[in-house]
């Protein structure tokens, strides 16, 4: 499971974070390898947003290991599904692949069509209430994607 925004410092490694506890929690960590990465270049090696970490840690996400990455054409390879934070980043994953991609590539918040809602907002240029509602939304979709994997999987 890759989980993509523009940078890797919000939304996606808050993604991470978040769908690598609900795992964790269904004991299926040996099951799906989770990542995320940003379909830019801007931050690479740099941990998430200072304000994801605080507003993820009031909530029990420890995100602080983890370090911004770009996609990579392999990626479309390796992973099996591939979740684009807004629709920019979606068309640049399609722009990514390849005769050899195997990844589904689809909008993270297919997962929660409840919300009403097709793209995760980028908080990066606002405050901190754009962060919980990131948080809040990434939880939903999260929520929603385990479930569609273990139907998919059988795992239920």
Known sequence: MLFVCMGNICRSPTAEGVFARKVQEA?????????SAGTHA?????????????????????LSRLRARKVEPVDLERFDHVLAMDADNLAGLERLMTA??????????????????????????GGESGFERVLDMVEIAAEGLLQSIRREKGWL
Do not use: K
């Not at 004991?27 to 990542?35: F, G, S, V």
């Not at 801007?42 to 420890?62: E, F, K, M, S």
């Not at 997962?111 to 240029?125: K, Q």
């Open 27 to 35: 004991a299926l960590t040996d099951r799906i390898h989770i990542d």
């Open 42 to 62: 801007y931050h690479i090696g740099n941990p998430p947003d200072p304000r994801t970490r605080q507003v993820a840690l009031r909530r029990g996400y420890d």
């Open 100 to 125: 050899g991609s195997r990844a589904r590539v689809a909008l993270f918040m297919d997962f929660a069509p409840s919300y009403g809602v097709s793209d995760v907002p980028d908080p990066y240029y």
